[in-house]
């Protein structure tokens, strides 16, 4: 992907100015169990945020909360610009949408259209949502497709693809919103070990062309490299966060080190 | 003797299938539709997380699917004008079937919802779309493929039951045989007869169910 790509975000040389979004003291129980236990976050414009840690951590619920998909019991999320969403006041639907507006989210079962062609999956959103031109939304998808390598899959249906190439549909449909922020849920977990690679490089080469993220993974070595902030969860808090060389190389807290030696000696 | 039976037979066809075409099936057709609609919009009501709402539709669909169709007819058509209230036998007929069929298919479609998974809803909320664009644009196409079986079901009985509608004067298949054979006297060929008119009627929805089928799943592995 060219860098001076027309969809790429606008280039990022402001390092000072404030977070794309903020997440602070995000709680969320499901019944008595309390899985989220006030949960701050803050991804900076341009930057890779991975969440890391042991299935039931609270990842997931962490990023869905960020585009209202699980709403918490208390807790905001600020988008730079936007206005602050209150979870203790149930949020209106307008603020929810407003978070959604900023957000696009890329899910580990895909969860494609399935009733819709490759094409007709990516510019939904453009023309049902954003009521852009149509033919100006097909231009653009049929360029993202071939962008990920599958431009001559646009009048397929989506069971007619491998998962890999599925999961890169649900990129390129998130791309199609042109969103502040994209949201990774765990993208490689459904997918046979041969086409995660795949899938990966299409997030490294977004990551290097300066999309800001948060991405969900069990892919450490994938995360220590595309990542500038690795965020450590563990029983719904955040035990330790940082640049990778420090959380991935040199963690200081025990229950991190625990959790990399379990995956390491694998 | 025998020659004149299949000369009756003959000759009855005509108002016969008049009846279907006059009677039965634009009598089936209008009810079906306007008892989708009122299915779907029942079957939404259920699905309210609004406790009154869905308690109303729990109720409607109880009292439909447990009084029999022909007390309801009666009730609308024989009932009503003893608290002033004179339907015609047409429309009473229609308001009858799609109450009906609403209260059946409602059900269908709650559950044809249902089946659709949760990550459909999350994906259209997270390209942007509101919950009424979501299940306008994502959920009820899938939903209506898998309600086609189902809802070839009660569109067929539906077809077999206007055959009711005779009993409060509506002018369709069954009251076009049974006014011929009263006439002639020749009751059991008259009634094969009009039987052998609803069967090719039906097979004919049959066919056409496999046809719809074929179309809305050209979508899915198989």
Redesign the interface.
Known sequence: MSPTDPLAPEPVDAPIEAPLLTARGIRKSFGDVEVLKSIDLTVPRGNVVALIGPSGSGKTTVLRSL???EVPEAGTVEFSGGDVVDFAQAPS?RQL?SL??R???V?Q?F??????TVLENVI??PV???KRPKAEAIADARALLERVGLGAKADA????LSGGQQQRVGIV??LA?KPQLL?FDEPTSALDPELVGDVLDVIRELAAEGWTMVLVTHELTFASHVADTIVFMDGGVVVESGPPSEVLQNPREARTKQFLHRLLDR | MTESLWELLLRSLLPIVGGALTGTIPLALLSFALGLVIALGVALMRLSRIRVVSGLARGYISIIRGTPLLVQLFVIFYGLPSIGIIVDPWPSAIIAFSLNVGGYAAEVIRAAILSV?K??W??G??????RG?TLV??IL??AA?VSVPPLSNTFISLVKDTSLASLILVTELFRQAQQIAAFSQEFMALYIEAAVVYWVICLVLSSAQSVLEKRLD????H
């Open positions: 585009n209202g998909l639907k949408a959604r507006d957000s696009a989210m899910f079962q969860n494609l259209f399935p009733h819709r939904e959103g049902q949502v954003q249906y989506p069971f007619e449909r998130a919103l949201l | 998974p990550g459909q999350e994906a909320y997270t390209i942007g779309m509101s664009q644009r994502v196409p899938q493929r050209r979508y899915v592995a």
